[in-house]
């Protein structure tokens, strides 16, 4: 059944409709959106809070992420709503079972939002990945940043390439609705 015109008073939700042509003013296009990582291993003093320099993108839709300064995703003029914000930590500890505990942190607008770790103090690890994930509400010139946190028996290591993998510790988000 071909429909020329809905009238609100007329359209049955439970019928099935078949449509041609092009549907406008659906859905979001989720932008901004940006992913980062970091580019190459990077050594990593142990029990030291640190900021990931995650210094390459793959993208960045509205060059809303700073990639060589301050390492963060700010959102531009006009774009405040809820976003989707991820991030991957991989670590590895010289020393088979050396590491203790791991802490990935989402700060938003310079202070402590979200947390996520691994701890095997109990029992120890050589490597760990630990990710944190958000949906936060967000307002033009917020701005959000990746800390990590851990502990280990020698040189720590925050790992670019795992075997043919580039970026494995990476930074993405993306804005989901206003």
């Known amino acids: 059944m071909a429909i020329t015109k809905i009238q609100s008073?007329?359209?049955?939700?439970a019928d099935n409709y078949?449509?041609?042509?092009?549907?406008?003013?659906?859905?979001?296009?989720?932008?901004p959106a940006f992913e980062a990582y970091v580019s190459s291993n990077t050594s990593y003093s142990a029990g030291t809070?640190?900021?990931v320099q995650f210094n390459t993108e793959r993208y960045d839709t509205d060059n809303a992420y700073d990639n060589s300064t301050n390492y963060r995703f700010t959102v531009p003029s006009g774009q405040?709503?809820?976003?989707?914000?991820?991030?991957?930590?991989?670590?590895l500890n010289a020393t088979e079972s050396g590491?203790?505990?791991?802490?990935?942190?989402?700060f938003k607008n310079g202070s402590h939002f979200s947390t996520t770790s691994q701890d095997w103090r109990g029992t120890r690890a050589h490597s760990c990945a630990v990710y944190n994930t958000e949906l936060m509400d967000l307002s033009a010139g917020d701005y959000i940043e990746i800390y990590l946190l851990a502990s280990g028996t020698s040189t720590l290591t925050i790992e670019s390439t795992n075997g043919n993998v580039v970026g494995n510790t990476k930074f993405m988000g993306f804005k989901i609705s206003s």
């Open 18 to 31: 078949d449509f041609t042509g092009t549907v406008t003013g659906a859905g979001e296009s989720n932008k």
């Open 9 to 13: 008073e007329s359209l049955n939700l």
């Open 80 to 91: 405040g709503g809820k976003y989707f914000i991820s991030s991957a930590i991989h670590v």
């Open 99 to 106: 590491l203790s505990y791991v802490f990935n942190f989402i």
């Open 49 to 51: 809070t640190t900021k």
